[in-house]
């Protein structure tokens, strides 16, 4: 099978490599060619435009920072709708719309094309490693004849329902993580405030039940040490996530008063020019508004890390 790739960026290079290696011939774009030039030495194929890739494939997938990339990639004068054939099946891994992608499911469908939507999650270093959940929205038969094409990439594959679910599901994870990150910010900044020296309330709290989640272990590995360039992942991305949530919740009439916190948060960070740090970034405001500073020695910190991985 010919898989067509598009957008080989900080998650989609990594996420075509694995495709390759799992013996699957690649056609290849990016607005950068230079990106793919690994690829290309790998024997992959590379092509000038999404319709080419479309001609050359048949499958294609994309990995593009949001819906305005995604529309033009697949609508445009030479995007995928121009060059896919009857039966030929698209998977957007964005993080994306879902009502963007139920209207290209339906466009695509008018021409006998086949759209699901295909989020990843995982970060940089799951898709280097092939450690990725990948949330799949649309036709079943479609999914289980692509599917050894997706499970090249990632280890937890699944359908979750029909087209936009997989969207949605991503856009739910990706929402109550950032308001979690929120919250997190306040507790220890209180904590520190009241007293209690930071990496002793770090090792503390990750004793508990709470604590024994990984969404505290970037905060050792950023908060404290102040390390938030180069990004794991941008904070404009985090932004136009739950820019993404929030308009979702208000299509289907539901108050998200805690999500809008954390895009208010969000939005704040971004204004201070931070879009293309970290997206935990955004910490640091609570901090400088309590008045605390959450800095730890780094040899404390490393032997700290290294008894917590034990």
């Known amino acids: 099978m010919k898989v067509g790739f598009i957008g080989v960026g900080t998650m989609g290079a990594s996420m075509a490599s694995n495709i390759q290696k799992g013996g699957f011939d690649l056609v290849v774009n990016d607005v950068r060619p230079e990106a793919a ?110 599917k050894p094409v997706l499970d090249a990439m990632g280890d937890q594959v699944i359908r979750v329902g029909p087209i936009g679910a997989g969207s949605v599901a991503k856009l739910v994870h990706n929402c109550a993580g950032y308001a979690v990150q929120c919250a997190i910010a306040e507790v220890f900044s209180l904590g520190v405030k009241a007293g209690v020296e930071p990496l002793a309330l770090w090792q503390a709290v990750r004793q508990g039940a709470n604590g024994r989640s990984r969404l505290y272990d970037r905060l ?34 539901v108050p998200m008063r805690i999500a809008n916190l954390a895009l208010a948060e969000l939005t704040e960070a971004l204004n201070r020019g931070w879009g293309e740090r970290d997206s935990r970034s955004a910490m640091l405001l609570q901090e400088e508004r309590s008045g605390v500073n959450l800095r730890v020695d780094e040899g404390r910190l490393k032997e700290a890390l290294a008894r917590d991985d034990r």
């Open 37 to 146: 030039r690994p690829h290309i030495a790998a024997g992959a194929v590379w092509a000038d435009t999404p319709r080419k890739v479309a001609e050359l494939s048949d499958v294609v997938l994309t990995s593009l920072p949001g819906p305005p990339e995604v529309e033009t990639v697949a609508l445009g004068e030479q995007g995928l709708l121009a060059g896919m054939k009857a039966g030929q099946a698209y998977f957007d891994l964005s993080t994306n719309s879902p009502t963007l992608m139920r209207r290209l499911h339906q466009i695509f469908g008018e021409r006998g094309l086949h759209v699901l939507d295909a989020p990843v999650s995982g970060g940089p270093h799951g898709a280097r490693t092939r450690k990725l959940a990948v949330w799949v929205g649309g036709d079943e038969a479609v999914f289980q004849r692509h």
């Open 220 to 253: 050792a590995e950023q908060l404290f040490r102040g390390d938030f360039d180069p990004p794991k992942f941008a904070l404009r991305l985090a932004h136009k996530d739950v820019t993404l949530a929030t308009a979702l919740a208000r299509e289907h009439g």
